[in-house]
T-cell receptor, first 114, second 114 residues
Framework: AAGVIQSPRHLIKEKRETATLKCYPI?????VYWYQQGPGQDPQFLISFYEKMQSDKGSIPDRFSAQQFSDYHSELNMSSLELGDSALYFC?????????????FGQGTRLTVV | KQEVTQIPAALSVPEGENLVLNCSFT??????LQWFRQDPGKGLTSLLLIQSSQREQTSGRLNASLDKSSGRSTLYIAASQPGDSATYLCAVGYSGGSNYKLTFGKGTLLTVNP
């Protein structure tokens, strides 16, 4: 079965540079979530989209933005990168259907800011 | 705001031992609860998903229970093996307004010694 695909798997950027992370949800899933997991930390919710509209916002810095496109893939854009942005970024997708909703996670993108 | 707590933070056991990991959450109005495994620097592997209407789920040597009214879940691992060594994360799915939200605990780092 198709899973959530994230690209790239690894990314190294310098401070103040820009990074774009991509997420391809499971086919027919209409909701995408982004999480950030710092070293030794639990995943923290950043932002989510439902039917191409932002549906919820968590602890996402103003330097970050995201969107969901017509084909339901999503991109997380990160500007003016800081050392503290180094983390594992997860994308998850789900089919919004009330109580039976289950989020499926991708393998993550490891971002290293040097 | 939903808060998820996992106890213990770390656990070291000899091979073959049966063990229990604990997860508690503050808001019992949940959709589901999911247990994940995470190897160092790697992605999230979903182990078991329990819907709010269920009391337990089993997969191989793993058994997860859910007591929604008391806000608790346990993950039971039978006959532990060194390959079970990883961080185990509990995540609670609930309704944040009109949106499905998933909040993680900080995890239990399990070490199974040969």
């Amino acid at each position: 079965a198709a899973g959530v695909i994230q690209s790239p798997r690894h990314l190294i950027k310098e401070k103040r540079e820009t990074a774009t992370l991509k997420c391809y949800p499971i086919p027919r899933h209409d909701t995408v979530y982004w999480y950030q997991q710092g070293p030794g930390q639990d995943p923290q919710f950043l932002i989510s989209f439902y039917e191409k509209m932002q549906s919820d916002k968590g602890s996402i810095p103003d330097r970050f933005s995201a969107q969901q496109f017509s084909d339901y893939h999503s991109e997380l854009n990160m500007s003016s990168l800081e050392l503290g942005d180094s983390a594992l970024y997860f994308c998850a997708s789900s089919l919004r259907q009330g109580g039976d909703t289950e989020a499926f996670f991708g393998q993550g993108t490891r971002l290293t800011v040097v | 705001k939903q808060e998820v707590t996992q106890i213990p933070a770390a656990l070291s056991v000899p091979e073959g031992e049966n063990l229990v990991l604990n997860c508690s959450f503050t808001d019992s109005a949940i959709y589901n609860l999911q247990w994940f495994r995470q190897d160092p620097g790697k992605g999230l592997t979903s182990l078991l998903l329990i819907q709010s209407s269920q009391r337990e789920q089993t997969s191989g040597r793993l058994n997860a229970s859910l007591d929604k009214s008391s806000g608790r879940s346990t993950l039971y691992i039978a006959a532990s093996q060194p390959g079970d060594s990883a961080t185990y994360l509990c995540a609670v799915g609930y309704s944040g307004g009109s949106n499905y939200k998933l909040t993680f605990g900080k995890g239990t780092l399990l070490t199974v010694n040969p």
